[in-house]
């Protein structure tokens, strides 16, 4: 066809996503100067706060975490507007907890969220979830 197109830059990134051994687990591209995710990252992680309002006390154990695990993946690809939650979470699940006591997925987003602050220069909100005292009854 005859049609005349148009490139633009749209500030894109690439940010590979590693492990602390160097393992490459995934990549994404973001700009990260766009105001929009610091906006959406507000959003998200007041959303993230309230994760455990998503389930009910009555609710069997596996179903809890499957629709808390899956609120979370919308969540970080609503963040990029990308698909990206699989690079971060096809691996190990959103709920595995480190040594240091922390979720995997609060790790995932405190680590998007130092990354914003560096390109921009915002302090952004920190994910403070109250989501311990409904999950610690199973890190037995």
């Known amino acids: 066809s005859g049609m ?10 690439e940010y590979s ?15 990260p100067a766009d105001p929009g ?9 007041n959303d993230l706060n309230h994760l455990t309002d998503i389930i009910s006390d009555d609710m069997p154990q ?14 970080l690809d609503y963040l990029f507007g ?4 699989k690079n971060f979470f096809s691996i190990i699940s959103p709920f595995s ?5 922390d979720f995997y997925f609060e790790n995932v987003f405190s680590a998007i969220g130092a990354l914003g602050e560096q390109e921009t220069g915002e302090r952004y ?3 403070a979830t109250k989501i311990d005292d409904y999950t610690k009854k199973y890190h037995k």
């Open 37 to 45: 995710i610091e906006r959406r990252y507000k959003e998200v992680v």
């Open 4 to 13: 005349e197109k148009i490139v633009i830059d749209r500030g894109l990134k």
């Open 62 to 75: 596996d179903e809890a975490f499957e629709k808390m695990e899956d609120f979370i993946c919308q969540k």
């Open 125 to 127: 909100e920190k994910l």
């Open 97 to 101: 907890v480190l040594a240091n006591g």
């Open 17 to 31: 996503i590693e492990d602390k051994n160097g393992n490459v687990l995934g990549s994404f591209e973001i700009n």
């Open 82 to 85: 990308n698909a990206i939650s």
